[in-house]
């Protein structure tokens, strides 16, 4: 195994996805210093922010800044169990940036705290990307509005830079001077997932300048990689693993954790070495499935709520993916109180309405300045089909008639997007634009769908 040869890129994703993993490897890099975290403050542009759900199956979500940069947020297959609301919100300004270069680009990600089970990919697009002489394109992070910055690991080409998101949060790129660089290394965030996180992008930075130099890398870096997984399973993956069957709520993010351990040992070549505690990880995140289905079916047993079958659903898919789908009964999925409708969020005072089911044609009603009007919905399968509508004002009348697609049918929040071809015609002429909006819908708690 010729470990210290491997892309740069592997080391990277090893690195950063063993969080607190590195004790032992801080003590070999010279010891761990006290933290000392710095905190900026972030301006985001909510009018240029992009939001659509992510399924299971993966998708791919894009926002464009007022600047004309273009951020892409890739999701490969599994890396949510459920249908997620995501939300990308370009950043305008960051006060207090430590670097001169300033701002190439960067977004707000949310729902803010979300932990994948696979790496998403973020692509930032920008001239800027290109770092000027004396200065790098580096890859920052940050919490909340600004909380704990630190730097991430990252790969450019061209004017492409992109990086990969395991949790969210905000995310970017500047442009640095070397001493900057080194200046912030030296700034430790209280969080020590993310103070690993820099710590290991300092270390791989050096491992991958002496490789393009042609320089010695690091001639224990096999072994020290070996020590490293093995502290990271004693000391984080151990001790965590009774919790998680006993604590259904805490057994996500513990297993999440675990099942990217257990990954990396193999993409390592490592698997030989580590057959027990793989053996271990698999045993106990099959007992824990289980027994969090069987308990959120009691649960559901007990009040009736949607909101369990929603997260029974994510279970048996989680299940499936490791192949141990056969421990479940499905049938108390079937048992568990059935989706009957749904209703238009009542946060939004545009459109309103109830829809029974997203494979007969149906109707919502939009409100506008001359009153209400219907929006018809006319489908060619439960996700898909076409739209129109017709308002009159007045001398003026608008014409519409688009597409829609439909995601998150099964789990407790369905997201209508519409592709819209509008015509606005009065005494002046006709005028026509494409709009693209989408609203969002929960679970209907009434009986309105149940009626004959």
């Known amino acids: 195994m010729k470990l210290k040869r491997l892309p740069y890129q592997l080391l990277v994703v090893t690195l950063i996805f063993s969080l607190t993993f590195g004790c032992n490897f801080y003590s070999s890099l010279g010891g761990a210093p006290a933290p000392n975290p710095v905190t900026v403050e972030v301006k985001v542009d909510e009018t240029h922010a992009s939001s659509m759900v992510i399924s299971p199956d993966g998708g791919t979500l894009s926002a464009q800044g007022a600047d004309g940069t273009k ?5 490969p297959k599994y890396a949510i169990s459920n249908d997620e609301t995501i939300t990308l919100t370009p950043i305008t300004t960051i006060d207090g940036l430590p670097f001169i270069g300033g701002l190439v680009g960067g977004v707000q990600m949310s729902p803010e705290g979300l932990r994948l089970l696979q790496p998403a990919t973020l692509t930032i697009e920008s001239p800027k990307t290109i770092a000027a002489t004396g200065f790098e394109a580096v890859a920052f992070a940050y919490h909340q509005n600004g ?9 450019a080409k061209g004017n492409i830079l992109a990086l990969e998101v395991w949790h969210f949060s905000g995310a970017g790129a500047a442009q640095a001077t070397p001493a900057e660089i080194q200046t912030q290394q030296q700034r430790i965030p209280s969080n020590a997932e993310d103070a690993f996180t820099q710590r290991m992008r300092d270390y791989l930075g050096r491992e991958r300048q002496a490789q393009l130099l042609g320089q010695p890398t690091d001639p224990d870096l096999e072994r020290t990689m070996g020590e490293f997984l093995r502290e990271g399973y004693d000391r984080f993956v151990a001790p965590q693993l009774p919790i998680a069957l006993q604590d259904c709520e805490a057994a996500r993010p513990i297993l999440s954790k675990a099942l ?12 030989e070495q580590f057959q027990a505690e793989s ?3 698999m045993e106990t995140m099959s007992q824990a499935i289980v027994n969090c289905y069987n308990k959120e079916y009691d649960k559901c047993v007990i009040d009736k709520k949607i909101e369990h079958r929603t997260i029974m659903l994510g279970i048996f898919r989680q299940a499936s993916l490791l192949g141990i789908e056969g421990q479940l009964d499905f049938k108390k999925i079937e048992k568990c109180p059935p989706i009957t409708g749904w209703k238009v969020n009542s946060s939004l005072d545009k459109i309103s309405g109830i829809v029974c089911d997203f494979g007969n044609p149906f109707a919502l009603q939009l409100t506008g300045g001359c009153g209400s009007f219907p929006l018809s919905f006319t489908p060619s399968s439960p996700e898909t ?29 369905i997201a209508i997007s519409i592709q819209d071809h ?12 494409d709009i693209d909006w989408f609203f969002t819908l929960a679970p209907l ?6 009626q004959p």
């Open 147 to 155: 909380e704990g910055f630190y730097l991430k690991a990252s790969e």
């Open 385 to 413: 089909g076409t739209s129109s509508y017709t308002e009159s004002c007045g001398n003026a009348s608008v014409n519409s008639n688009g597409t829609y697609t439909v995601k998150g049918i099964g789990t407790q929040e």
């Open 445 to 450: 708690d009434t009986n309105e769908c149940s």
């Open 422 to 433: 509008a015509c606005l015609t009065s005494t002046g002429g006709t005028t026509c634009t």
């Open 279 to 281: 053996a271990k990880i």
């Open 71 to 75: 951020f892409t947020l890739t999701f």
């Open 260 to 271: 990217g351990w257990l990954r990396q040992v193999q993409l390592l070549g490592y698997s």
